[in-house]
């Protein structure tokens, strides 16, 4: 007989965790499952850490973050959406963040508006917590807009999580989609929190975050993505001074601080250049998109590292389940979504091995 909590059964093991398991026992496996950068920690921001390390600043630090890093954040945010935000607070990671920002915000029976498809741990935090997640549909397009999200609205809307460049699709909110959203959340005294960790992988125009439109929005953000950090678990918060002040004090008793070598790390990383990068995960994308588009219904990603194809016929879970077979690991949708009608694959490898992983799916359309 079990004796876990029942909000337990709310929520279970990750998709992807469960193919990234796969992938461990797997010799050679094609693998565009993960999300995570295929290139590594900028060096400067590795002997930082060293440095820091062998300097003894290996204690905790404010549960804020160090003040160096958070006003490097706030540098950011003038210099990348000329905003200056009310509060600034050092995660572990956005994921970090968000379970920070979704515990001072969500009380049982509070609705939290989410766009399908969606990062995993949204709908499950939220559901932990006791509030209800309403998925706002997007298909067949993935545009998140303000008509489409005021047709779930109810009085217990309290919520709207924004994610823009997006995983799993790869859609960048345009300016235009973000000032709208912005009046409806005004005008229905909705809380936007912003998951913004994609806000470098824009690969067709410039990034837009809402607050351009909505000064007293909740941005999340990190250096998991952009500086290749995944394992060091560094994030940020920035935003309304009530709310940034909640999930602080919430940190005290949870989290305590992010990692305090990463964080002198981070103040360096904030630094550097990493438009190589990007333009080389814009041609992955080229690469992926036009050796699928003729054979899978797709749309072509704007941002981040992810590309959401349709079935060619079937469930998800099939059709992954003969990827596999095939050596080539990728995710059900059904993990992001309310649907199971299409799959998400990672871009972020090599070239050699997306072009194996592209034969393969074709190849399985081919034997449909």
């Given at each position: ?29 094609i693998n565009l499952s993960i999300g995570q950068p295929d290139f590594d ?117 309290k919520v709207l999580l924004l994610n823009s460049p997006c995983n799993p ?90 990692p305090s070598m990463v964080q002198q790390a981070g103040v360096v990383a ?99």
């Amino acid at each position: 007989m079990t004796r876990s909590a029942h909000r337990m059964s709310k929520i279970d093991s990750s998709g992807i965790r469960k193919v990234f398991d796969l992938a461990a026992k797997m010799t050679d496996p094609i693998n565009l499952s993960i999300g995570q950068p295929d290139f590594d920690v900028p060096e400067l921001a590795k002997r930082e850490t060293i440095r820091a390390i062998e300097d003894g600043l290996n204690k905790y630090t404010p549960t804020q973050g160090i003040p160096e890093l958070r006003e490097g954040i706030r540098r950011l945010m003038r210099q990348t959406r000329d905003w200056e935000p009310e509060a600034v607070l050092v995660t572990s990671g956005v994921s970090g963040g968000i379970m920070l920002a979704l515990n001072a915000l969500v009380d049982p029976g509070d609705e939290v508006l989410i766009g399908d498809p969606y990062f995993v741990m949204y709908k499950h935090i939220t559901s932990l917590l006791g509030g209800v997640p309403v998925f706002v549909d997007t298909y067949p397009d993935f545009r998140l807009t303000a008509e489409r999200i005021e047709k779930t609205l109810t009085p217990k809307s309290k919520v709207l999580l924004l994610n823009s460049p997006c995983n799993p699709t790869g859609v960048v909110s345009s300016s235009e989609e973000l000032s709208d959203i912005a009046d409806l959340a005004k005008a229905h005294d909705l809380i936007v929190v912003s998951d913004e960790i994609y806000e470098s992988f824009c690969y067709d125009g410039e990034f837009v975050s809402i607050v351009r439109f909505l000064e007293h929005a909740v941005v999340l953000g990190g250096f998991s993505k952009s500086y290749g950090m995944t394992g060091w678990r560094l994030g940020y918060a920035c935003g309304d001074a009530d709310i940034i002040g909640e999930m602080t004090k919430l940190q005290q008793f949870t989290f305590v601080c992010a990692p305090s070598m990463v964080q002198q790390a981070g103040v360096v990383a904030l630094g550097t250049d990493v438009s190589g990068h990007i333009d080389e995960f814009r041609r992955k994308r080229d690469l992926m998109y036009d050796g699928l588009q003729d054979v899978f219904e797709v749309t072509r990603p704007e941002g981040a590292f992810y590309i959401f194809p349709r079935v060619p016929e079937g469930t998800d879970e099939a059709f992954v389940k003969r990827a596999i077979e095939a050596n080539c690991l990728v995710i059900p949708g059904s993990v992001f979504s309310q649907r199971n009608t299409h799959f998400r694959i990672s871009y972020a490898n090599s070239f050699d091995q997306l072009r194996r992983g592209i034969e393969v799916l074709r190849t399985l359309t081919s034997s449909q």
